[in-house]
């Protein structure tokens, strides 16, 4: 199969591709960055493009299953304008391209909470998102919608406090359904929906995912 990444150079898509290079059924793997990668790997192919011109890029936007795990903060964006560039302009315009090409499995990595009647930002554009990616009607749709993602060598004071802060609230028993996701485990998780064969729609969510790692898809 031949997988199209955007967000590769984030915590997900970073184990996302490393975890596609060791996988058989892969046999090219495109991504689309802003800047030169660091992965070397025969099967990685980078795209630098210039998310802002979509049509510049667009075409080459052509292979099996496309993964979105592409995502910012509000505090590394700037604004909020500006966030909702990054985390729904450039990754609907990824969207609309794969579909245009007539990729056929579409695996979308949104957020717990997303919807699009929020009253929180964050929540209502990934909402909006997601509801612009099922209208495409791809043959295969899969939504991810994680809750605390657990990030390798997080930089993020905030992101740190909390895991500490819900780790020990789940080893007293609480909080079980707020259990920090790996990206580690979300990637594997991505990489099963992407076998499994159906002509379908799915959302898994937050406590879902971690089983749905473990599934067998041979």
Known sequence: MKALVIGATGATGNDLVNQLCEDADFEQ???FVRRRSDFHNEKVKAHVVDFDHPEEWKYL????VAFSCLGTTLKSAGSKENQKVIDYDYQFNFAKAAKENQVE?????????????????????KGELEEAVKNLKFDKTTIFKPGMLERKNSDRSAEITGLKAIKFLNKLGLFKS????PTSV???AMIVASKIKSNSFSEI???NIFSFAEKKTQ
Do not use: T, W
């Open 186 to 188: 979300l990637a594997k």
């Open 178 to 181: 707020q259990q920090p996701l």
């Open 29 to 31: 793997i495109d991504i």
């Open 205 to 207: 969510k937050l406590h």
């Open 61 to 64: 936007v052509k292979g099996d």
């Open 105 to 125: 499995d579409y695996i979308l990595v949104s957020a717990y909470g997303a919807n699009p009647d929020s009253k929180i930002f964050y929540s209502r554009i």
